[in-house]
């Protein structure tokens, strides 16, 4: 899950959205709805992700704990998103063109 293009002026989405891929990543960390809305589920979800950083855990999001979760957010995007193998069964004289 990519925060979407319409995100970019939407930094609290982006935010949740980075969210939840940690902790789908972490089942640890709370799990966050990317709403818009920087609320308690929003503030539990940083809170959690601080304390495993090691940094004050505020339930604010200062440079350096958006810095984290943006560090963080493509190595959990890439271990949830992994690719599941598929499996192709050709008839007798069938071809893939790409």
């Not at 503030?43 to 810095?67: C, H, K, L, S, Y």
Request: hydrophobic share 40%; proline share 9%; no cysteine.
């Amino acid at each position: 899950m990519r925060p979407a293009e319409s995100f970019v002026e939407q930094p609290i989405r982006s935010l949740q959205t980075m969210l939840r891929v940690l902790a789908e990543d972490d089942r640890s960390l709370p799990t966050v709805v990317p709403d818009g809305i920087y609320g308690p589920n929003t503030m539990n979800a940083i809170t959690a992700f601080q304390r495993r950083e090691g940094v004050p855990a505020t339930g604010i999001v200062d440079q350096q704990t958006w810095e984290l979760v943006v560090e963080s957010y493509e190595p959990a995007l890439i271990r949830v998103g992994k690719a599941t193998p598929i499996e192709v069964l050709l008839d007798p004289g069938e071809v893939f063109r790409f």
